[in-house]
């Protein structure tokens, strides 16, 4: 076991490596802009991952954090100065608002029942949005407003290596949070909630807990997309991008991580090659179909996505006792 | 006064679709504990494929009719699809039936286009009577009338016949209901037909209402029903009906008087709900 | 005397936990089997088993000399099993007559007589006829769960601890019904009670741990003080 891990350590630096080092070597203004919106759909994803993966809460309400993120940072850099400092700044006032509201709707809402949560995180995110629309003298609404990025991410390449820079952050640091005794206790809850009461945890606080570690994280996300598209509406706080984070993490592999980000790959890659497709064919407009559709098969027959699954083939080969005992407790939790 | 009328009659009618949609919502999830996400899509193909049909036959009544058998269809479609491979699994049945609402949503772009379409009010249903000072628009109260007719004939049927026992049984042990002998899984089925025809009744009932019709008038609507739901008590039919008079008309009310709070009010009002009172203010499990 | 049902070494789990490790006994028609043991021994797992409410995981169910251990519930219940479950599941929004109206498969003349004779067993369902089965005693919703089971006609009783929480007034009323139904029908009981148990039962199956220890007639463990106590904690 031990060598396999050093082996995807050393795969995954690798991939790191060569990712940085790829703006120096192509100069595809295309390539740089769709990855860096790859890495930041990663984070968004991670960060869901964190509750639907790790955690086993459905969130429809995602977006909501990811826009407050978005908001701030576009805010702060078009009302001051767009420079460094401000967008550091404004990145640690979205993470702060995200954190608390998180916290609130979190502590109001997690004890809940899963169906009941999820409308409930629809309906409060359907809120946000709701106030973005009107609140016009702050966020111009649907039409929204352009703003000025520092001047140094002027170069696409400085903000791809900010972006890339983020996503390897976020991912130790989440990987280092599931590995914790508190990442376990998540586990615990998502496997048997009642179970883990029973034991003596507070479930109610390690699933706040999750909910604003992801909420936290998904404001970053949201910052880093606003200041690449020097752009924000109010698009950013729809259900679309609350479903583009479920489409990423439940395709690439639920309660990895590493999964997420395949799937964020996989899909912003599909979505860009399929839509340029839509010339030919205007079926190909309609690619959210597609998506669909995989994700329900996923849902059904591969609830683990692609990680899961390929992890769980390998593992097969190696260990074919132990699967009979991990096919059960491993997928979505009940 | 005449006001005071009018937005009765706008809430009301808006309080009965609403009503027309969370009632299937409510007994698919009293039942079976399956909480629909794709509910709205159900919705929305009944707007459109009850406009199309209003345009091929330039019947109101087939139209109608041409919408809710969609509306059946598509139920047992998902049903068989989607619902039955997850059963018992709660987040896999979110996960998926939110899934199913993108695929329902975007078919109605590939069959009817992507762009909004406009929907005609029938002639002998538009304009309106004024009595008095007051004007009463003709289909609204058209709305409510159905409204009315629907809640008397399902609640019939809940009380009055052997598969309405069942139904109401069931919501309350279904465990109990399959060691009687009763194939519940049958009755879900048959239960989850009905409210996709009442959800695409709904749709093409809303047509005329709005004007316009879209892909996404599925989810806006949808949370509405949500709303509704729990307010109204997971699987209490009449509780479902007053739910969502009482949600019609806070919208058209505040819709006229603080325009910018007409939709946060529901949601406030669900949340509290929620909060304070998860079972909803009417519960059907005894 | 005709072996009705057959359980052979029945295994179950529910979620991750194995909770029937080898249960058999059998049913003769027209006697009382009596299930016994320690709580949380797998006496009502048991029947929810049979009932294929908690399908069997391994082992062999036959009913009627057909396997009935892959059927759906409600296969099982049409089949000719009625059930009393241990919290009776009475519909408690569901008037008495609604309660046995549901049980009834097909309304006719013959399951029309069928209800009156129940209801003759059971006087007090008629009074209540009209009132919500929530609304009702204890020692009532037993009665209404008994009659909801026996009103068709079931060819074998399950039921699940009928004196749990009554008044001993109350559980002599029970026993006479249950006695009453004996004459018609075969009935596995499960009861904590000994005392009753011992007056209605013919034969007993002893359950530990998930498994079946001991079986034989009622009257042999009377008089067996060892087993009693070592399994029972009486005597």
Redesign the interface.
Known sequence: MKSTFQVSKIILFAIVVALAIFPFVSDSRTWTILLTQIFIFSILAMSYDILLGYTGIVSFGHAMFFGMGAYATAIMLDRFEPTIGIFVLSIAVGMCIAGIISFLVGLLTLRLKSHFFAMLTMAVSGLFLVLAEKWRTLTFGNDGFTFKAPEIFKDRMMYYLLVLGCLVLVYLLLRRFVDSPLGRVLIAVRENEQRTKSLGFQTLHYKVIASVVAGVIASLAGSLYAVSLRFVNTSVLTMDITLDALLMTIIGGVGTLIGPIIGAGVIELAQHYLSGLAKEHPIFERWIIFFGIVYILAVIFFPKGIVGTVKHLFWKRKNPIKIAISSKRKGIAK | MELLINLLINGLATGMLIFLLAAGLTLI?GLM?V?N?AHGGLFAWGAFSGVWFYGVTNSFTLAILGAILTGVILGFITEKL?IT??Y?????Q???T???M??LS??L??VFG?NQLAAKTPPLLSGSWEIGDVIIIKYRLFIIIIGFIVFGVFQFILKRT?IG??V??GV??K??????????KQVFLYVFMAGAGLAALSGVLMAPYSGVIYAEMG?EFA?LA??VV?IGGMGSFPGSLLAAILVGLAGSFMAYYVP?LS??VN??L??IV??FR?QGLFT??? | MSILLKVENVHTHIGQYHILQGVSFEAKAGEVSVLLGRNGAGKTTSLKTIMGLTPATSGQITFDDKSIVKNPTYQIAKDGIGYVPEDQGIFGALTVEENIKVAIRKEDEVSLARQEYVLELFPDLKKYWKKDGGHLSGGQKQMLSMARAFVNESKLLLIDEPSKGLAPVVIEKVMEAINEMKKQTTIILVEQNFMMASKIGDTYTLIDDGETVQSGLMKELIENEELKRKYLGIG
Request: aromatic share 6%; glycine share 6%; hydrophobic share 65%.
């Open positions: 999830f504990d909480l996400f989607i491979p997850v018992g699994n709660h987040v896999q979110i996960l998926i939110l899934g199913f993108i695929v975007e078919m772009k590939v992507p052997k026992l069942v109401r049984a309350m042990n465990e109990m209901v399959q060691a009687l002998g009763i194939n519940i989810m949370i949500f709303i729990v910018a939709l946060a949601m406030m669900m949340a929620l909060i998860p059907a499990k005894g």
